[in-house]
């Protein structure tokens, strides 16, 4: 549920800050809170699904093992 949470407030920034534009080039104009919150929710959504945001630790045989 908290990611669903962040997804969508995400999507409201989003939304918000599309009025601010930078020219990267001179055909080329490019939105930087756009381009940091899809790279923010980019890897809130990779994290999540490769359970980096549950607590493990990796033991001795290198396998990773939840803490308890």
């Excluded at 990611?3 to 800050?17: D, E, K, N, P, W």
């Amino acid at each position: 549920m908290p990611l669903y949470v962040l997804l969508g407030a995400l999507q409201i920034l989003r939304v918000l800050s599309g009025a601010v534009l930078v020219r990267a080039a001179p055909a080329v104009a490019v939105s930087p809170g756009s381009a940091v919150l899809f790279s923010a929710g980019l890897a809130a959504v990779l994290c999540d699904r490769h359970g980096l945001t549950r607590r493990t630790r990796l033991n001795p045989t290198g396998s990773a093992a939840a803490r308890a």
